[in-house]
């Protein structure tokens, strides 16, 4: 125990998490592994979207992909030679993009959850939960063994002597710059024509050859109590949703997402811990970008006749207003999500911390000036 009965910081084991991160990564990997196994030896459905599941040859491609992963992050914390290093390197930028398109079904399962409409397919919730945990393993850990190999503090990544998991320095409070802003606000403007024609459905208007009644009818067949509770308030649930992402985004860019404003109360003057509005905008905003991404190219190609057309079914009408409405639902989620990206990226830089033992402190910017959404004088936290 420090002077005064204080536990030395030292012994938080989140600060050290280069040193655990490996070998997390690598019991994921056997975990990952034999769940796909077993799932692919005895049949189990595993929907990736809808009316599809994995075959079992993807199943097990993924368990030994795992495994390698897992092998790779814990190869990773040796001293390797060069042919190591390619190799880590190589299995690494092989499997990130494979595991983080496969959190794609997260904001979606996240919304039946939370308006309590159910579970769809739980194997389908566990691979996507899977994939999620294997994503982030393998992002730190290819960003603690980037760090190692140019001689910087894999926890900070700055240059400095010492043990890397002591106290760290914050900048101070900052806003996003205007670009950053406006890039944002630009791509948020997806959501309109999504959002506005879900909510003249929910008033009773019609829209894209759907009536308020038949959308009215056929939401009610399978929403939960609270969706339509919502839905009596005129607005539908995944716009509530959408609308929680935007108070996110807000956060991101501007000061009050970095200290507790006076509104939290118990908390306010707090400094924001900057994972928690930066870990759901990574897991909410790559998977929305993926999926908005597949939507803007399909209703093109299904307008010029590239692909074949969607057959109407209730509430739609006609072929058109269901190419109309994947087109509106891309954007949306296209949008939504590259905004929450953007942001996230400013709010990473904006709010990176340094170790208080750093020699080289992050410097504003060339000329003494201050890059748009680089940190200022840091100030002493923990």
């Not at 049949?43 to 992909?65: D, I, N, R």
């Not at 959408?242 to 997402?257: Q, T």
């Not at 399909?298 to 074949?308: D, E, K």
Request: with cysteine.
């Amino acid at each position: 125990m420090a002077d005064g009965g204080v536990r030395p910081e030292q012994g938080l084991w989140w600060r050290r998490w280069p040193g655990w991160v490996p070998a997390a990564a690598a019991w994921w990997g056997v975990l990952y592994a034999v769940v796909e196994a077993g799932w692919a030896v005895t049949g189990t459905a595993v929907p990736w979207k809808e009316h599809s599941v994995y075959p079992p040859e993807v199943q097990l491609f993924l368990a030994a992909l795992a495994v390698a992963a897992g092998g790779a992050c814990l190869a990773g914390t040796r001293t390797l030679g060069r042919p190591g290093r390619i190799g880590v390197a190589a299995v690494l930028v092989l499997a990130l993009p494979v595991f983080v398109v496969g959190t794609n079904g997260l904001p979606i399962h996240f919304v039946t959850l939370a308006t309590l409409s159910g579970v769809e397919s739980v194997t389908g919730l566990a691979q996507v939960l899977l994939n999620t945990a294997g994503a982030a393993l393998l992002l730190l850990a290819g960003l603690s063994y980037r760090r190692r190999l140019r001689g910087l503090c894999p926890r900070c990544g700055r240059p400095h002597g010492g043990p890397g998991d002591g106290p760290l320095t914050h900048p101070p409070a900052s806003r996003a710059s205007r670009r950053t802003r406006v890039a944002a606000y630009l791509f948020l403007c997806g959501l309109l024509p999504w959002a506005g024609a879900k909510t003249v459905w929910t008033l009773g208007g019609d829209a894209l050859g759907v009536s308020g009644h038949a959308w009215q009818r056929s939401t009610d067949a399978v929403a939960s109590g609270p969706a339509k509770a919502t839905a009596s308030a005129g607005l539908d649930v995944t716009v509530l949703a959408a609308l929680v992402g935007v108070f996110l985004l807000l956060g991101l860019l501007h000061r009050w997402g970095q200290v507790f404003p006076r509104w939290t109360l118990l908390l306010s003057g707090r400094r924001v811990p900057r994972l928690l509005p930066l870990v759901p905008a990574w897991l909410t905003g790559i998977p929305l970008v993926m999926y908005g991404a597949v939507l803007v190219v399909l209703a093109p190609l299904i307008a010029v006749g590239v692909l074949p057309r969607v057959e109407p079914s209730p509430p739609f009408t006609s072929a058109s207003g269901v190419t109309w409405f994947v087109e509106f639902g891309g954007l949306a989620f296209g949008g939504l999500g590259t905004a929450l990206l953007i942001a996230a990226r400013s709010y990473a830089t904006r709010t990176r911390p340094v170790c208080a033992t750093s020699t080289r402190p992050e410097q504003p910017g060339r000329g003494g000036s201050r890059r748009p959404d680089g940190p200022s004088s840091p100030r002493s936290g923990l």
